[in-house]
């Protein structure tokens, strides 16, 4: 399988409720990222956790990293209807040229 | 907030046209990239751009792609030969160095239809 892969595919949940999502990877990486897209428009940056960091938050979102399982886990509380949209990891590799390497996503429909 | 500028939004070409895709990074951004999404599919790196030249192309970003930096603020993605398949969303970003601390910022991206 491809780094990057995301579970679940596709979450559906009430607003109020908290929604986590997973990310696993295959090689080494620098740093980890999450994006959020609403269907059909951009990617938007929504927080990075480095390599040699365990857990960070920001706001409603909570991003945990675990290298020895090579995963990490975006936790959305108390989630509003406009938090529907899909979400992407990305991991940054080693090499000294960018590429970020994006998981399939997880879709998130948060019902009013 | 500094923003990554693409246009155009949506674009339709025949098959077999070129067409340029044009991007506007953030002026103090070193590192320019070009990303695509098919409808449905994860968004897939194309192509990493520093100093003037490519640092490293995906198997995707064949000969018919090519990328150019021509006066210093535009970022340019060109497809000489468009197929049906390379119907996407590309997505242009910016970053000031590859090991951010802040991320990158994506544009919001063309919509390319091949018909």
């Known amino acids: 399988s491809q780094q990057g892969e995301e579970d679940p595919q596709a979450l559906s949940i009430q607003e109020g409720e908290n929604a986590t999502m997973n990310c696993s990877y295959k090689t080494s990486i620098n740093n980890l990222q999450w994006y959020r897209q609403n269907s059909g428009r951009g990617l938007v940056h929504l927080i990075l956790?480095?390599?040699?960091?365990r857990e960070k938050h920001s706001g409603r979102l909570r991003v945990t990293l675990d290298t020895s399982k090579k995963s990490s886990s975006l936790l959305i509380t108390a989630s509003r209807a406009a938090d529907t949209a899909s979400y992407f990891c990305a991991a940054l590799g080693g090499s000294n040229t960018g590429k970020l390497i994006f998981g399939q996503g997880t879709t998130l429909q948060v019902k009013p | 907030e500094p923003e990554v500028t693409q246009t155009p939004s949506h674009q339709v070409t025949q098959m077999g046209q070129e067409v340029i895709l044009r991007c506007v990074p953030i002026?103090?951004?070193?590192?320019f990239y070009w990303y695509r999404q098919i409808l449905g599919q994860k968004v897939e790196f194309l192509v990493s751009?520093?100093?003037?030249?490519?640092?490293?192309k995906s198997e995707i970003f064949d000969d018919q792609f090519s990328v150019e930096r021509p006066d210093g603020s535009n970022f340019t993605l060109k497809i000489r030969s468009t197929k049906l398949e390379d119907s996407a969303m590309y997505f242009c970003?910016?970053?000031?160095?590859?090991?951010?601390?802040?991320?990158?910022?994506f544009g919001s991206g063309t919509r390319l239809t091949v018909v």
């Open positions: 970003a910016s970053s000031s160095r590859t090991r951010t601390v802040y991320g990158y910022t």
């Open positions: 751009f520093y100093n003037n030249e490519i640092s490293e």
């Open positions: 956790i480095r390599s040699n960091e």
């Open positions: 002026s103090n951004h070193l590192y």
